[in-house]
């Protein structure tokens, strides 16, 4: 059974995590079982940034991502090479570190 290593985060996890997974199951997913309780203002619908996340381990292992999370991942804070999106990247076989972003765009929660 893979593992996520989740990086410390100053606010959702400050300590850092380590999370079982499914093959298959979304890191987000995979996050808010844990009490991470990453953004996902789309309700996981590939539709904003929020849940943005930084694959520091494992990035080859994920399947690639869509068109449309590519589109949806250029308009996200502190965008890298391995960036994803923590609601469309699927677990495979493999073991991941995911580092969480400081910041995330979610105008709903600005105004």
């Known amino acids: 059974m893979p593992k996520i290593v989740f990086l410390p985060h100053s606010h959702l996890c400050p300590e850092g995590a380590v999370a079982e997974a499914q093959a298959g199951e979304s890191i987000l997913d995979v996050a808010l079982r844990s009490g991470i309780d990453i953004e996902h203002a789309c309700e996981m619908s590939c539709a904003c940034t929020t849940c943005h996340c ?58």
């Open 54 to 111: 930084i694959v520091r381990e494992g990035f080859d292992s994920l399947e690639e991502s869509s068109e449309l999370e590519d589109d949806m991942l250029d308009k996200a804070w502190g965008l890298e090479p391995e960036s994803r999106l923590s609601c469309q990247a699927t677990v495979s076989d493999e073991d991941l570190v995911i580092e969480i972003p400081k910041y995330t765009v979610n105008h709903a929660r600005e105004h």
